[in-house]
C-alpha cells in the first residue's frame, strides 16, 4: 500500500505548549522507529517498537519526550513542555519483518516543528 | 556501533558514473552495510544494502571489499536529481535486536550538469 505517512506535516509551537505528531507506518510492517533530524545533521535514534511493544527508548533525549504505538499500527510521540532546542524534523520509519540485518526500513517524509 | 567514515562532499558530471566511498574498518561479520539518501525536505530513502557480496538494483550497485572494511556506492549515470546527501550506515542489532541504522554526516553529492 502507501508509504509511511506522518501528520502533520509542519509544526508551530510556542514554548511550553505540548505537541503530538502521528505516524502512520505501511500496513503490517511490524517494527517501528523514530528518528530526531537537526538542521544540517544527519538523522538521531530516538526509539523503536515491536508491533505495541516498546524494546528501545535509549535515544529519547528527555522525559518530556513520550511515544506509544497501543496497537501495534499507529504511532505518537509527544513531546511535552517543548523548548526551542526541540525544533527540528521527527522522522518515522517502518519495516516489515522484526529481525534486524537484511530488511529494508522505510521512512516517511517527516514532521518539521519549530518551536518559538 | 560500528561506525562509518565519509567524504563530506563530492563532485559528479552529469551522466558520468558517481563513485561514494565509505569506510567501517569495526563492522562485525554480521552486521550489513545500508546506503540511503536525503534529498533536502524529504525523508530519508533506501538505495541498497549488502553482506559480503556485491549487491546491484535499479538505483546502484554496491561494492564490498573482501576484508569488508570499506565499500562503494555506485550511481552509474548520474543525473542532476541524484544530487544529495548520501548516508552510508552499519546496521546494528542492539540490545533487543532492534535492528537501527546509525547515521553519520554523510557524503553530500552535487551533480553538475
Known amino acids: 500500500g502507501a508509504g509511511v505517512s506522518q501528520s502533520p506535516r509542519y509544526k508551530v509551537a510556542k514554548r511550553g505548549q505540548d505537541v503530538a505528531l502521528r505516524c502512520d507506518p505501511i500496513?503490517?510492517?511490524?517494527?517501528l522507529f523514530w528518528y530526531q533530524q537537526a538542521l544540517g545533521q544527519g538523522p538521531e535514534f530516538l526509539t523503536y517498537?515491536?508491533?505495541?511493544?516498546?524494546?528501545?527508548k535509549s535515544g529519547l533525549p528527555s522525559d518530556r519526550f513520550f511515544a506509544e504505538r497501543p496497537e501495534g499500527s499507529v504511532s505518537t510521540l509527544k513531546i511535552q513542555r517543548t523548548q526551542q532546542e526541540d525544533s527540528a524534523v521527527y522522522l518515522c520509519?517502518?519495516?516489515?519483518?522484526?529481525?534486524?540485518?537484511?530488511?529494508?526500513?522505510?521512512f516517511g517524509e517527516g514532521s518539521w516543528l519549530t518551536v518559538v | 556501533d560500528a561506525k562509518t567514515t565519509q567524504p563530506t562532499s563530492m563532485d559528479c558530471a552529469e551522466g558520468r558514473a558517481a563513485n561514494l566511498p565509505c569506510n567501517h574498518s569495526?563492522?562485525?561479520?554480521?552486521?550489513?552495510v545500508y546506503w540511503y539518501r536525503q534529498i533536502h525536505s524529504q525523508g530519508p530513502q533506501y538505495i541498497i544494502h549488502g553482506l559480503k557480496n556485491n549487491e546491484t538494483n535499479e538505483m546502484a550497485s554496491l561494492i564490498i571489499t573482501e576484508d569488508r572494511k570499506s565499500s562503494t556506492l555506485i550511481l552509474p549515470h548520474a543525473t542532476l536529481r541524484d544530487t544529495a546527501v548520501y548516508y552510508c550506515?552499519?546496521?546494528?542489532?542492539?540490545?533487543?535486536?532492534?535492528?537501527?541504522?546509525?547515521f553519520g554526516q554523510g557524503t553530500t553529492l552535487q551533480v553538475k550538469p
Open positions: 500496513s503490517g510492517h511490524v517494527s
Open positions: 569495526t563492522i562485525s561479520g554480521n552486521e550489513y
Open positions: 520509519a517502518s519495516s516489515r519483518t522484526l529481525v534486524a540485518g537484511g530488511n529494508t526500513i522505510y
Open positions: 517498537f515491536q508491533n505495541e511493544a516498546q524494546l528501545d
Open positions: 550506515i552499519v546496521r546494528v542489532k542492539g540490545s533487543s535486536n532492534t535492528g537501527k541504522l546509525i
